[in-house]
Nanobody, 126 residues
Framework: QMQLVESGGGLVQAGGSLKLSCTVSGRTFPAGIMAWFRQSPGKEREFVAAIHWSGSTTRYADSVKGRYTISRDSAKKTVYLQMNSLKPEDTAVYYC???????????????????WGRGTQVTVSS
């Protein structure tokens, strides 16, 4: 089993920054992938960013490219999401997710991920 705990959410003004953390406990899979998704009221959960645990591959949603950066610290078993130039439309609950190793993972699909955190709220005021 794997447990994921997010932290770092909060209230920020438009144009500001936040850094989310996701700490992994239990089994870890160096060949697996980690991701951030978000969900706002009345909308489906959407892909934000993903990283292969090796750090070799990253993926971003078009809506956050150039503003968000995903990274990981293997020694700390932690994945980060640095969010800059935040907009009100970034407001959502942000979820950390972990996927078991796959030959050709679809980074963008929720179906790829086997473990989920409980989420952390990010609110961007205008």
């Amino acid at each position: 089993q794997m447990q994921l705990v997010e932290s770092g959410g909060g209230l920020v003004q438009a144009g500001g920054s936040l850094k989310l953390s996701c700490t992994v406990s239990g089994r870890t899979f160096p060949a697996g992938i980690m991701a951030w998704f978000r969900q706002s009221p009345g909308k489906e959960r959407e892909f934000v960013a993903a990283i292969h645990w090796s750090g070799s591959t990253t993926r971003y949603a078009d809506s956050v490219k150039g503003r968000y950066t995903i990274s990981r610290d293997s020694a700390k078993k932690t994945v980060y999401l640095q969010m800059n130039s935040l907009k009100p439309e970034d407001t959502a609950v942000y979820y950390c997710a972990a996927g078991l190793p796959r030959l050709t993972p679809n980074y963008y699909s929720t179906n790829t991920y086997d473990y989920w955190g409980r989420g952390t709220q990010v609110t961007v005021s205008s």
